[in-house]
């Protein structure tokens, strides 16, 4: 069973700090994505890194895949109010057609 | 361009009824999937449907059901409803078959369950 685990769980930090979030598995997945979601409403796609050891970067936010595809990061830099929200990743299952969430990081960052 | 449909968005049951929830893909999305979403467990895979047929299926009992429609809209059905179906239940539509390599999935807000 192919699963996705998320670290922190919770992150609760001031405006302006860095911070980063990691999303491991045992598991080798063909690509992982990364969604926001804010209350009351779906997730977001952010970001989908395909390639092991591709970086990715969004304005302030920089998204790593791990070599062997089988984790990814996410850093903040600078972190605003608008930041808050649950970070989830998702692995494509291989030979499936469905998506496996992380297990989520819920950040707060207050102003 | 209109964005996933999820309707009702709140819906409150007891045990032993069943509930059917709507879902509204993008125009020209042919690939509809369903998520449980709760605070003990996150997002968990419920099946995806493709040009009407299900094509993957998660570990959720019998219980939960859906279907496609030609126009691509979903319905999930849930029958003899337990109160640990207390959730937020999820859409996503994509273009062809979910999971594909950068295959981006666009969620709706989602139906509030609630089972008292």
């Known amino acids: 069973t192919q699963l996705l685990e998320q670290s922190p769980q919770f992150l609760s930090i001031q405006e302006g700090e860095n911070l980063t979030v990691y999303c491991n598995s045992s598991?080798?997945?063909?690509?992982l994505q990364w969604y926001r979601q804010e209350p009351g409403e779906g997730p977001v796609l952010l970001v989908t890194?395909?390639?092991?050891?591709e970086v990715k970067k969004l304005k302030r936010l920089t998204f790593q895949f791990g070599d062997a595809r089988k984790d990814s990061s996410l850093h903040i830099t600078a972190a605003q109010p608008g930041d808050t929200g649950l970070y989830l990743c998702?692995?494509?299952?291989?030979?499936?057609?469905?998506?496996?969430f992380g297990t989520g990081t819920r950040l707060k960052v207050l102003a | 361009k209109a964005g996933v449909t999820q309707t009702p968005r709140y819906l409150i049951k007891t045990r032993g009824q069943q509930v059917t929830l709507s879902c509204s893909p993008i125009?020209?999305?042919?690939?509809v999937s369903w998520y449980q979403q709760t605070p003990g467990q996150g997002l968990q895979f419920l099946f995806e449907?493709?040009?009407?047929?299900?094509?993957n299926k998660g570990n959720f009992p019998g219980r939960f059901s859906g279907r496609q429609f030609s126009n691509s809209r979903s319905e999930m059905n849930v029958s003899t409803l337990e109160l640990g179906d207390s959730a937020l239940y999820l859409c996503?539509?994509?273009?062809?078959?979910?999971?594909?390599?950068?295959?981006?999935?666009?969620f709706g807000s989602g139906t509030q369950l609630s089972v008292l």
């Open positions: 598991s080798v997945f063909s690509s």
């Open positions: 890194v395909v390639t092991g050891g």
């Open positions: 998702a692995g494509a299952g291989q030979g499936t057609y469905k998506y496996i």
């Open positions: 125009s020209g999305h042919r690939s």
């Open positions: 996503a539509s994509s273009l062809s078959q979910g999971a594909h390599v950068n295959e981006k999935l666009f």
């Open positions: 449907y493709f040009s009407e047929t299900q094509r």
